[in-house]
């Protein structure tokens, strides 16, 4: 059978050709039958290295694709650093409109500013502003910390996919391979 197709390639190539590939398909089918290989074991082990390279490059591109969402976390924390500068920058405009809004109404009213009521309602909302950018301040601290616990997850299961993916073909080329073996073994 491997004569027939190596000198049916050889008159492909030209006549010459035919009779050089026609000795050699007669050595390599001695060859062969010496070793136990056949054209089935030879195709059964290139679909075996096929496997285990689409293996490997299935985890290749899933660790790939996870260092992508990682890359994106890491670019999404100056993002959400500059969000929590504007929450607190609103909030302090915030604060200011109100004790200016106060101010004038006590002021208006002839209440003296310094003391009693109107220091008082000042406190409050000095008070309230603190609290509101504290809050704003954890907020921000626990969402940038999220995307770099994130971004981190994400580099840790891209090396876990790259891993598993080599660890997949191998298995699968050595039970291809002990199959070829076996073949080979009965064979003899």
Do not use: C, H
Request: hydrophobic letters at 45%; a positive charge; charged letters at 20%.
């Amino acid at each position: 059978m491997v004569q027939v197709l190596l000198g049916a390639a050889g008159s492909l190539f030209g006549g010459g050709a035919a009779a050089g590939t026609a000795a050699a398909a007669g050595t390599v089918a001695g060859g062969t039958a010496a070793t136990g290989l056949s054209l089935a074991s030879i195709l059964q082990g290139t679909a075996t290295v096929l496997g285990v390279v689409s293996a490997v490059g299935a985890g290749n591109a899933e660790a790939q694709k996870l260092e992508l969402e990682a890359a994106d976390a890491d670019r999404e924390q100056p993002l959400e650093t500059l969000q929590g500068i504007e929450r607190r920058t609103s909030i302090k405009r915030a604060m200011a409109d109100a004790i200016g809004a106060q101010d004038t109404a006590y002021a208006a009213s002839g209440v003296d500013l310094s003391f009693g009521t109107a220091a008082n309602a000042r406190k409050d909302a000095y008070r309230e502003a603190d609290l509101s950018l504290t809050t704003a301040t954890g907020t921000e601290m626990t969402r940038t910390s999220r995307l770099a616990e994130r971004a981190a997850g994400y580099r840790s299961a891209a090396k876990k996919s790259r891993v598993m993916g080599w660890i997949s073909g191998l298995g699968a080329g050595a039970s291809q391979l002990a199959s070829i073996k076996g073949r080979g073994s009965t064979n003899a």
